[in-house]
């Protein structure tokens, strides 16, 4: 009979949220963040956007610019949702979120040109509220494809002891 080597088992922690650490926790905060800010603001604007969209007749960069605001409104939403399965682990958690934060980083760009024609690149350097929830959002895909985050977010059946081969085949 061979004699086989017990698998250690990971630490238990007081919080769920103590077993994250450093770049993972990181990209966590930010994802709540990202999601929180375009809520806050992305909410508000669009509902202002759809009431001056509804009530006047628009040119089109003004109607790219509102809807690229009530998009946001959406995507926020869909960004708290993919932070929380992130939280539990969700093994679809890290492409939904990926995906998401680029679709908000497009929408950010598409409201800082709109911005920029519509009323001039002053206005940003006035309100830069527009220009921190757009980096937000980059350094958030920016920390999902770092490997150890990658590693702590992967599905619970690709990783080993040694880490983990995400989106790999192979099992050690």
Known sequence: MAFEEPQPTPPQYASPLMAFE???????ILQFAAGGVSVYYGVPNALAS????????IEPLYALFFLAWFG?????????????????KHPSALKGATLINV?????????????????G??????FPTTL??????LVTVILLQVGSVKEVFAPEEHQTVYGTEYGSSQNW
């Open 22 to 28: 450093g770049l993972s926790m990181l990209a966590l």
């Open 50 to 57: 759809f009431g001056i969209f509804a009530i006047i007749s």
């Open 72 to 88: 946001l409104a959406i995507v926020a939403w869909i960004q708290l949702f993919f932070g929380y399965r992130m939280y539990k």
């Open 103 to 119: 679709i908000a980083v497009a929408l950010y760009v598409i409201d800082i040109i709109t911005t920029i024609v519509i009323l």
């Open 121 to 126: 690149p002053v206005f940003l350097i006035f």
């Open 132 to 137: 921190l929830f757009f980096s937000i959002n």
